[in-house]
């Protein structure tokens, strides 16, 4: 294999090249390694291997005449002729010199262009036939601004670069002929072998040409940005040696004039603003070693910066201040029923709160979540119990945070690090005490980032968060005096470890009188400020806000009506603000729907179940209590069940259950026809069975709808429609009782936003009705069962064609009824 010449050697063997002779019809062929050769250039070798070193003394006894090819793998240390491209060159060794090494540096003058036809032998050496590759040329205005264009570059690119002499720019001008111009350019510039190869076998010579242009422009290209870049660099190490040298003639001139070093200055601002802090002991040691790192950091350095904001964070925390307590539990009621209307639950849990306090001032709190749907307050009550306790209130969403550097920040190695939420807050609260609620905390997120609930794990533990150690300080605060207040709409998603730490206060949705009561002293006041009306200009009625509650809101909480009282407020404001608004504007029923345009929900409950095999069932959501509706149809077929309406595996193993309780104690008569001897069981081999839970788009899951699902099926068999009054909840075993559920409150409310009067639940949920307010439970008419006969007893309609039959299920008890 050959190596480009490097060095020279002591011994010189000079050799003449002699006159032109014809072309033998087979010469030696010489692989060359990263290298290839041109026509009418001079290519200097070194050769090692056996094998070359005999063909080079061989050639030198005949007529020194050599093929140089290129191999295609430059790895390989002695390729054969598969490994070698088919176009190589002609050369004369035109020197020889002979190291002590054994090895041999020899020169040869290329001449002319060849194509390796067939081998003829390996050994000792390899040996090829040849056949000449002539340039082709043909003589157009194409190729002399080709040649020009050519020219002009690679005179600009010696001019750039060090490694081309300023001798081949004046040869390069001198030569005419193109097909020499583009071997000596291309055998002067270092481009890749592959390129210099597809120019060698190019013998179009306006095709090389052309191609050699390109390779000129992309070279230059590179060159000058190199140079720009380079350019850059100098002129930034200029910069900063002339800063340096500025700075230092600026140290000696504050010196003579007995003026303090800027850095020194810097460095006594945080030892002061450090003393000022009241850093407990361990974290002053490390305040103090960062300082002293930075007395002896320049400016410049790029530590110095880093080390300056951790002190500054040090430094800037309220290591000692807090804010005492108002413990006057007639003050915080006051407070609370100010900002808020009902939640005596969670009211008398903040009370009994200050009153622990108030006894054992170093007791340790419990960390609180509220959990319900939107818009029932659960936000604004933190800062209420904030204000109540005198407290600095911070607000953290927890929403989408799926990062735990978020939580526990990020350390200091990384650029643009930061100290975590928990800290950033208590440094905006400027208070070691103050009220943090974590907002929205069953939607954290986790990815490869890290899982923010399991960083929240010692954030939310009173007996861990006292030695809290953020990633960016990495010095314990202590969180102990920190009241926590976390919010949710749903606790499924919440880890359970994350949901051990934490109390649970359920706020449920507003019934139409409470929302009744928030809007009068709340939503409508807070409205007329916002979109600059006085009172005296506007005014509602009670029944208006009524219309607006039931006939253009359907939610849990406020937020949609306040936007209702909101939108009528604005276009009673346009009206002022035109002139065309009386003096004052009276808001009544008929204002509303001229307002407001044709009412958005209607109570579809008389309509729906006004046939048999409708039943209007109750449900929980994340977002409070609704109504759902189950129906059931039948028609000839082979006893099939099909089940429609986005259900989950729970929810239709329920419709299956039912089925399988419906099957098995029948009507005696089934509204259509009977097989005769009352069981039924003809009659269900004969007709499929579809049961259907309309809003198909909304995924439902869970197993209350049991009763309603029985219900339904009893309806469509008997023919008996179930009352348009009524709802119900519960979970049925195959043997007909009615097990408990859960969020019976909620579904009392969503009952009672749909205009219904009666609500079917299980009697071991009895208690729970406690939880419904008084004015609800007089409105309301709970009929508490336990198992199928007490529900299809209060359920089905008693006047219709149905009453008198009899039904194959026995009843254990009366239904128990209740106000």
């Known amino acids: 294999m050959i190596d480009i010449l490097t060095e020279s050697g002591p011994r010189d063997v000079e050799i003449g090249v002699g006159e032109d002779r014809e072309l033998p019809p087979s010469l030696p062929v010489l692989p060359l ?234 460095a006594r601002d945080l030892r002061e603003q450090l003393d000022q802090a009241g850093l407990p002991p361990e974290v002053r040691r490390v305040a103090d070693r960062e300082l002293v790192r930075l007395e002896k950091l320049p400016p410049m350095a790029a530590e110095h910066s880093v080390i300056r904001t951790y002190l500054e964070w040090l430094a800037t925390l309220p290591w000692a201040t807090g804010t005492i307590d108002n413990l006057d539990l007639a003050h915080a009621r006051e407070v609370l029923d100010a900002d808020h209307y009902g939640i005596e639950q969670v009211k008398d849990r903040i009370l009994e709160f200050l009153a622990v306090r108030m006894l054992k001032p170093d007791a340790r709190g419990s960390i609180l979540c509220f959990v319900g749907p939107p818009g029932v307050g659960k936000t604004s009550l933190g800062r209420s119990i904030a204000r109540a306790l005198g407290r600095r209130f911070e607000r953290i969403s927890a929403g989408g945070v799926r990062d735990e550097a978020e939580v526990r920040g990020h350390r200091r190695t990384y650029v643009g690090a930061m100290p975590g939420v928990i800290v950033r807050s208590l440094r905006d609260a400027e208070s070691n005490n103050p009220l943090l609620m974590i907002d929205e905390i069953d939607k954290l997120g ?228 009977t097989d005769g001897d009352g069981d039924g069981r003809d009659w269900f081999a004969e007709h499929d069975i579809h049961v259907h839970v309309p809003a198909g788009a909304i995924p439902k899951d869970g197993p209350s709808a049991g009763v309603t699902m029985v219900t339904a099926l009893m309806s469509l068999l008997s023919g008996a429609p179930v009352r348009d009054d009524t709802a119900m909840t519960g979970e049925v075993t195959l043997t007909g009782q009615v097990l408990p559920i859960g969020g019976l409150k909620e579904k009392a409310l969503a009952a009672q936003r749909m205009g219904l009067r009666r609500v079917i639940a299980p009697a071991d949920n009895e208690a729970d009705a406690d939880d419904v307010p008084a004015h609800l439970r007089e409105d309301l008419e709970f009929v508490f069962v336990r198992d199928v006969a007490e529900v299809l007893d209060a359920a089905l309609e008693r006047g219709s064609s149905s009453n008198g039959r009899v039904y194959a299920h026995g009843r254990s008890r009366p239904a128990t009824r209740g106000k």
């Not at 191999?71 to 390729?79: G, V």
């Not at 002399?144 to 004046?170: D, K, M």
């Not at 002339?242 to 810097?266: F, K, N």
């Not at 604005?570 to 009412?599: C, D, F, N, Y």
């Open 446 to 673: 986790s990815d490869y980032r890290g899982d923010p609930a399991s960083a929240m794990l010692e954030v939310l533990d009173t007996e861990q968060n006292a030695t809290f150690r953020d990633h960016y300080l990495d010095v314990q605060f202590d969180l102990s005096n920190v009241m926590f207040i976390t919010t949710a709409n749903t606790l499924d998603t919440i880890p359970g470890p994350l949901r051990d730490r934490m109390e649970v206060l359920q706020l449920a949705g507003y019934t139409e009188e409470e929302k009744l009561e928030i809007a009068k002293r709340y939503l409508v006041p807070r409205q007329i400020e916002r979109n600059g009306l006085k009172r005296s200009q506007i005014a509602f009625s009670d029944t208006a806000l009524k219309v607006i509650i039931r006939d253009y809101t359907r939610e849990a909480g406020v937020r949609n009506l306040e936007r209702e009282i909101g939108s009528v407020c604005r276009k009673v404001a346009r009206q002022v603000a035109e002139g065309t608004a009386p003096k004052r504007t009276s808001i009544g029923r008929p204002r509303v729907r001229e307002l407001l345009g044709r009412a958005r929900f209607h109570s579809e409950t008389q309509r729906r179940t006004s046939e048999p095999g409708v039943a209007t069932g109750l449900a929980w959501t994340p977002v409070g209590g609704d109504v759902l509706f189950v129906e059931a149809s039948a028609m000839p077929g082979k006893g099939k069940l099909t089940i429609t309406g986005q259900l989950g595996d729970v929810m239709r193993e329920s419709a299956q259950a039912a089925l399988s309780y419906v099957r098995a104690h029948p009507p005696v008569e089934i509204a259509g026809g």
């Open 33 to 266: 390694r990263d290298t290839v050769p041109f026509p009418d250039t001079l290519t200097p070798l070194a050769v090692g291997q056996e094998r070359s070193i005999e063909l080079v003394n061989t050639v030198l006894g005949r007529d020194r005449m050599l093929v140089m090819v290129a191999s295609r793998n430059p790895e390989l240390e002695a390729p054969g002729p598969d490994d070698l491209y088919d176009v190589g060159v002609v050369g004369v060794v035109a020197r020889m010199l002979k190291v002590p090494d054994g090895t041999l540096r020899i020169l040869v003058q290329g001449t002319q262009r060849v194509r390796l036809d067939r081998w003829v032998g390996e050994q000792p050496f390899l040996e090829a036939e040849i056949s000449p590759l002539p340039d082709v040329v043909q003589e157009s205005t194409e190729l002399t601004a080709l040649v020009r264009n050519v020219q002009s570059t690679f005179s600009h690119i010696v001019e750039e670069v060090p490694y081309l002499p300023e001798e081949l720019q004046i040869a390069v001008a001198n030569v005419d002929e193109p097909g020499a111009l583009a071997n000596l350019i291309a055998g002067a510039l270092r481009l890749k072998p592959e390129e210099k190869q597809e120019l060698l076998e190019q013998v179009d010579v306006a095709a090389r040409m052309r191609r050699l242009s390109q390779l000129l422009a992309r070279e230059l290209e590179v060159i000058s940005i190199g140079t720009k870049i380079q350019s850059q660099v100098q002129s930034e190490l200029d910069a900063n040696q002339r800063e340096y040298v500025l700075r230092q003639q600026l140290r000696a001139i504050r010196e003579e004039l007995g003026e303090e070093d800027e850095s020194e200055a810097e």
